[in-house]
């Protein structure tokens, strides 16, 4: 178990040239995505880095009838990597200040450090979509 007290990571970062809500940024997460917090699923009420891992987990059971996809925009609470606090979905832990990731989506509940991807909500879509906004076309004809 990590120590918390005086002199530990979290509490230099207050010292050193990162705002807090950039600690740790790009170094949390999964192979998915980089972020700062993990999911509790609604379906399961298990914890997941992302819906990704949610779903291989799931899908993976031998039970035909555990097996189930995450809905992600069903998902209400989140838990701070970083101090492990369980909360409301929102993009700034309430406890410790951490931001959960430079990119946020209230609707699909997305998270992810990672903005080189250029995500954005697609309101057509009803999801978030990598690639940029100006390079994105929703054919509203096809769907």
Excluded: W
């Amino acid at each position: 178990m990590e120590a918390r007290g005086a002199g530990s990571a979290i509490e230099r970062t207050t010292d050193s040239c990162v705002g807090r809500e950039d600690f740790g940024k790009l170094s949390y997460g999964c192979e998915h995505y980089r972020r700062r917090c993990k999911i509790r699923a609604p379906c399961c009420d298990r914890i997941f880095t992302c819906r990704h891992c949610h779903n291989e987990a799931a899908n993976a059971s031998s039970n035909p009838k555990d097996r189930h996809d995450i809905v992600r925009h069903d998902v209400n609470r989140v838990i701070c990597a970083v101090c492990d606090t369980e909360q409301q979905v929102s993009n700034l832990c309430s406890n410790c200040g951490v931001k959960f990731g430079e990119y946020f989506c209230d609707i699909c509940k997305f998270y992810d450090d990672d903005v080189t991807k250029e995500q954005f909500h697609c309101d057509n879509c009803g999801i978030c979509r990598v690639g940029g906004r100006d390079n994105y076309f929703h054919c509203l004809k096809c769907g």
